[in-house]
């Protein structure tokens, strides 16, 4: 049995939400995701050669998102 370390990986959110009017919101929104920027080896190669049980994928990098969203 052959395992790959755990994965921990950090998201962040931050929200803030504006009343326009009573019926009428506006939020703003920004996401971190990977935000401690973690390599960790997903997947490893598993066929015969001088790849055998390299690392073959790893997480991506840290990526950042804003949006919005008006609700009415």
């Known amino acids: 049995t052959y395992?790959?370390?755990d994965t921990?990986?950090?998201?962040?959110r931050v929200q803030k939400e504006f009343?326009?009017?009573?019926?009428?919101?506006?939020q703003l929104m920004f996401n971190m995701f990977?935000?401690?920027?973690?390599?960790?080896?997903?997947?490893?190669y598993q066929t015969t050669g001088p790849?055998?049980?390299q690392p073959a994928i790893n997480l991506?990098?840290?990526?950042v998102r804003f949006g919005t969203r008006y609700t009415f």
């Open 34 to 44: 990977n935000f401690a920027d973690a390599k960790t080896v997903t997947d490893v």
């Open 51 to 53: 790849w055998f049980g």
């Open 60 to 63: 991506g990098g840290t990526v």
């Open 19 to 26: 009343v326009i009017k009573t019926s009428q919101r506006l």
């Open 3 to 5: 395992y790959l370390p």
């Open 8 to 12: 921990h990986v950090i998201n962040l």
